[in-house]
Structure formats: structure tokens, C-alpha cells
């Protein structure tokens, strides 16, 4: 350990201590604009690395917070936009939409669910009857039966609504709005 890191963090200024031993001590006093060595020689130049360092981790606490106001409103967004296809689709299926309309969305949750069940079906099977496949076929099967598996869980959580997890989001992200208010 270098002998400033050493003297940061026995004076009690761990965070400049730490960040000092992964960027280095001159990248850090460029950053600050101050010279570490000569204010750890005084009780005020200590004073004012302590205020430097307050000043970081107000700008890290103030950067985490404006990190989480932009994954609500993410998750705003998709919950807006999950309500809004499904109130699309609730609108198609009891309006006056024609019939082929009405018929493509439980077609193709149907056609997916099918060839999900399909290449799982046959992955075991085959695995079961010790069938190797060349590498070409067992990886277009392998690739068909991810994409499926994604297409399926989507169309499952579409119909059926989302996980707990889920719902746990919703609760806090009610929680959040609330006391944004």
C-alpha cells in the first residue's frame, strides 16, 4: 500500500484512500484540483479533504438517487405499455373488429405454445433414444427451441400477468410515486 493511501485512511478519509490507490494520487489531485500531500500536513487541509470527500459521496448518493428516478420511469413505461396492449387486445376481442383480427392473436399464442412443446418434446425424445443429431440440426433445434421458449414466456406473461416479482414492483413503484408527490 502506498505510504499516501496509508496516511488517508489513518486519518479517516477511506473513500479518498481508496480512490487514490485505484486511479493514483495525480489523477486525484487533478480531479480535485488540491495537492492530497500538503493538505494531510495540516489539521485544516485534512478538514478540507474530509469537506472533498463529504462532496463525493453527496454526488454518489445524488447519482445512485437520479439512477433509480430513471429506472422508475423505465418501468413506468413498460407497465403503461403492457397495460396498453392489453387493453388493445381486450378492445379487438369484444369490438367490432373482423374476424381475422379477433383470430390472429390466439393463433399465434397457440402456433408458439405448440412449437415450444414440439422442440422440447423432441429434444427429449431424443435424448431418451440416445439419437445424435449432426451439429448443424441439434444447434437449429437448439436455436428454435430458445426462441420459442422467449415468444412462450411472453405470451404467458401477456395473458396470465407477470410474476410476483412483478408485483412487488408495482407495490413499491406505488410506493414511490406516492412519496414523489
Known sequence: MAPIVAMLIKSGLSILGGA???????????KLGVDIGA????????????????????????AAQATEVRALDYFKSEVEDRKSARESAANIAVGEAPWYQKLLMPAMAVLVTMGFFFCLGALFYLS????????????????????????????????????SGSA?????????????T
Request: neutral net charge.
Open 168 to 180: 412487488a414492483k408495482d407495490k413499491i413503484l406505488g410506493t414511490l410515486a406516492k412519496e414523489r
Open 20 to 30: 487514490v490507490a485505484s486511479k493514483g494520487q495525480d489523477w486525484i489531485q487533478e
Open 128 to 163: 431418451a433414444k440416445g439419437i445424435k443429431l449432426d451439429d448443424n440440426s441439434r444447434d437449429v433445434l437448439i436455436y428454435a427451441f430458445g426462441v420459442l421458449s422467449s415468444g412462450f414466456m411472453a405470451i404467458i406473461s401477456f395473458l396470465f400477468g407477470s410474476s
Open 39 to 62: 493538505l494531510l500536513g495540516s489539521e485544516e487541509g485534512r478538514l478540507r479533504l474530509r469537506q472533498l470527500e463529504m462532496e463525493q459521496q453527496q454526488f454518489l448518493i445524488t
